[in-house]
Antibody
Framework: QVQLQESGPGLVKPSQTLSLACNVS??????????WGWIRQPPGKGLESIGY???????FYNPSLKSRTSISFDTSKNQVSLSLTSVTAADTAVYFC?????????????WGQGALVTVSS | SYVLTQAPSVSVAPGQTARITCGGN??????VHWYQQRPGQAPVPVVY???DRASGIPERFSGSNSGTTATLTIRRVEAGDEADYYC??????????FGTGTMVTV
């Protein structure tokens, strides 16, 4: 059973870069057949997609965040990384990483517990 | 961008049936997934590909999708079903999109 765990700074200053890692155990990020996605949830609000990637393919980003987002693999650490540049208070949210099988239309069946990131000076 | 609209809240008595709807343009042609989220927790998959139950989900949960509305139905509602529910689809322009969410109160 794969397990996902988000990690990274809980506090980021405005205009700086938010960087999070999704640590994967019980499976390899190099395994084919899975999408790896990032989703966020501002306090008291709904879920918002950030983007996804899959091993050997190109990442796809939510058009509203595309200019500031990067999702990549660190295979040496078995991680999926998220980078969001030029953050503002509106980027304050719980950030989830998730995994889903590519044969089921972007359905995420494994989720991390989430990491709260606050943007504040 | 593709928009999925859900009613903000649904209230149901224990033992009754809750129906949670998800509206979107021609959603009947898409594959719809549903997640349950309790406060402070990560979403948990409930139904995938319109009507297949996720692992460990009781038969009381079922899904359907046709035309402009997808529906998650919870029969014989229990107190433990109280949570937020989100629908989700894939759109070629917007990527994977979540609905606005419905709070189910028992």
């Amino acid at each position: 059973q794969v397990q996902l765990q988000e990690s990274g700074p809980g506090l980021v200053k405005p205009s700086q870069t938010l960087s999070l890692a999704c640590n994967v155990s019980g499976g390899s990020v190099r395994s084919g057949g899975y999408y790896w996605g990032w989703i966020r949830q501002p306090p008291g609000k709904g879920l918002e997609s950030i983007g996804y990637t899959y091993y050997g393919g190109n990442p796809f980003y939510n058009p509203s965040l595309k200019s500031r987002t990067s999702i990549s693999f660190d295979t040496s650490k078995n991680q999926v990384s998220l980078s969001l540049t030029s953050v503002t208070a509106a980027d304050t949210a719980v950030y989830f990483c998730a995994r889903g099988p590519t044969n089921l239309g972007f359905y995420f069946d494994d989720w991390g517990q989430g990491a709260l990131v606050t943007v504040s000076s | 961008s593709y928009v999925l609209t859900q009613a903000p809240s649904v209230s149901v008595a224990p033992g009754q049936t809750a129906r949670i709807t998800c509206g979107g343009n021609n959603i009947g042609s898409k594959s719809v997934h549903w997640y349950q989220q309790r406060p402070g927790q990560a979403p948990v998959p409930v139904v995938y590909e319109n009507s297949d139950r996720a692992s460990g989900i009781p038969e009381r949960f079922s899904g359907s999708n046709s035309g402009t509305t997808a529906t998650l139905t919870i029969r014989r509602v229990e107190a433990g079903d109280e949570a937020d529910y989100y629908c989700q689809v894939w759109d070629s322009s917007s990527g994977y999109v979540f609905g606005t969410g419905t709070m189910v109160t028992v």
